[in-house]
C-alpha cells in the first residue's frame, strides 16, 4: 500500500512564528531585587548595599554572546513550492 502525499490547506507562505526570541538578560533579576530593596527599605539604606554591588558586578561582567539567527523561515521559503504541488492551468481562451 503506497503511502499518500501530505496535502496541507492552501497557506499563503510557510512560517515560524518569532523563531529569533531573545534571551533574557541575567541582570534583570537582580536589578528587580535592587528596587524592590529600595522600595521597601529606602534609596539611601545601607542594608541594599550587598544587592546593589551584586547588580554592578553582573553589569561590569563579560556580555552574553549573541546567538545567530535562525535561518527557519528561509528555508521554509526555498521549499514551499515543493509542499504545494502542481497548480491548475488557465484554459487558453479560443477566439
Known amino acids: 500500500m ?15 512564528r518569532n523563531p529569533n526570541r531573545p ?7 537582580v536589578m528587580s531585587s535592587v528596587l524592590t530593596c ?3 527599605a529606602g534609596y539611601t539604606s545601607t542594608g ?4 546593589e ?5 553582573c553589569m561590569d561582567g563579560p556580555k552574553m554572546p549573541t546567538k545567530p539567527k535562525s ?9 514551499q513550492k ?3 504541488g502542481p497548480t491548475r492551468r488557465e484554459k487558453p481562451v479560443k477566439k
Not at 503506497?2 to 515560524?16: E, G, H, Y
Not at 554591588?53 to 558586578?57: E, N, P, Y
Open 23 to 29: 534571551e533574557e538578560n541575567p541582570c534583570v533579576a
Open 48 to 51: 541594599c548595599a550587598a544587592v
Open 71 to 79: 535561518a527557519i523561515n528561509y528555508h521554509l521559503a526555498r521549499f
Open 38 to 40: 529600595w522600595a521597601s
Open 2 to 16: 503506497p503511502n499518500k502525499p501530505i496535502r496541507l490547506p492552501p497557506l499563503k507562505a510557510l512560517r515560524v
Open 82 to 84: 515543493r509542499l504545494e
Open 53 to 57: 554591588q551584586a547588580l554592578r558586578t
